[in-house]
């Protein structure tokens, strides 16, 4: 299996381009959305904690992985309303989430909420830039019947780079985070101390350490560490070289 070394796209709860514009900060309430079956709507709460009128981008994308990779790929199904909001200092605004499909949720869907403030004036006289700030929310509408997240896990080298890919077979999306390996001859390999990634349902992530393979071997026996749920992973697998 051929497997593309690459960092995930969107592991985080939020992004930035650059460090937020003096006197205009966005903060952004809920970090992560849940929608339970049979509701078709959430909101999230823009706040404009600044001195200046704040104006915001709002965007929903359909959240795949494709290949170990996030993708995000264009939506008719969920709209977000309004689209742009112009925020007056230290006020908030209210933006509805609505999934609008006529089809039933037949497993967890994932999107992104891609939220941008936009720069000022000022901004765009002293540099090009297309946003100032970023952040990207997960929304999740889920089934009335779905199968729980249940990982299991593979590790390869390449050249001197190690290669972690997690595999969900469920159809809820599994959350990760601190990834730590220990290695036969007591080495630990850790993939951050934080959230490293979200693994979609039916779907499958891979994270690249570089540099962490050298001086292993095929066929070492590797003990697998991470956070889920509010619960701990614990898993093994064993070393092999990515074709």
């Known amino acids: 299996m051929r497997f593309i070394l690459a960092a995930v796209v969107f592991a985080g709860l939020s992004m930035a381009s650059t460090a937020p514009a003096v006197g205009s900060t966005l903060q952004v309430e809920p970090v992560s959305i849940d929608v339970a079956?049979?509701?078709?709507?959430?909101?999230?709460?823009?706040?404009?904690?600044?001195?200046?009128?704040?104006?915001?981008q709002i965007r929903i994308f359909r959240w795949?992985?494709?290949?170990?990779?996030?993708?995000?790929?264009?939506?008719?199904?969920?709209?977000?309303?309004p689209p742009f909001a112009s925020i007056p200092p230290d006020k908030?605004?209210?933006?509805?989430?609505?999934?609008?499909?006529?089809?039933?949720?037949?497993?967890?869907?994932?999107?992104?909420?891609?939220?941008?403030?936009?720069?000022?004036?000022?901004?765009?006289n002293a540099r090009a830039v297309d946003f100032v700030f970023r952040q990207s929310i997960p929304v999740f509408f889920s089934a009335?019947?779905?199968k729980p997240s249940q990982l299991s896990w593979a590790i390869y080298k390449k050249k001197t780079d190690l290669i972690v890919v997690a595999q969900?077979?469920?159809?809820?999306?599994?959350?990760?985070?601190?990834?730590?390996?220990t290695l036969p001859n007591g080495q630990s390999v850790t993939f951050g101390d934080g959230l490293v990634g979200y693994?979609?349902?039916?779907?499958?992530v891979v994270w690249t350490k570089r540099s962490a393979a050298k001086g292993t071997k095929d066929g070492w026996p590797i003990k697998i560490k991470a956070n889920g749920y509010g619960s701990t992973i614990q898993s093994k697998a064993s070393l092999?070289?990515?074709k």
């Open 92 to 124: 908030n605004h209210v933006v509805r989430v609505v999934r609008v499909g006529k089809g039933p949720v037949s497993k967890e869907e994932s999107y992104r909420v891609l939220i941008d403030q936009l720069p000022t004036m000022a901004d765009r």
């Open 199 to 204: 693994v979609l349902g039916r779907s499958s």
């Open 168 to 181: 969900n077979s469920g159809d809820e999306r599994a959350r990760i985070s601190k990834i730590e390996l």
């Open 64 to 81: 795949v992985q494709e290949k170990g990779r996030d993708r995000l790929v264009e939506t008719r199904d969920v709209v977000v309303s």
């Open 144 to 146: 009335q019947k779905q």
């Open 37 to 56: 079956h049979g509701n078709r709507s959430e909101t999230i709460t823009l706040r404009n904690g600044g001195t200046d009128v704040l104006k915001a």
């Open 240 to 242: 092999k070289t990515a």
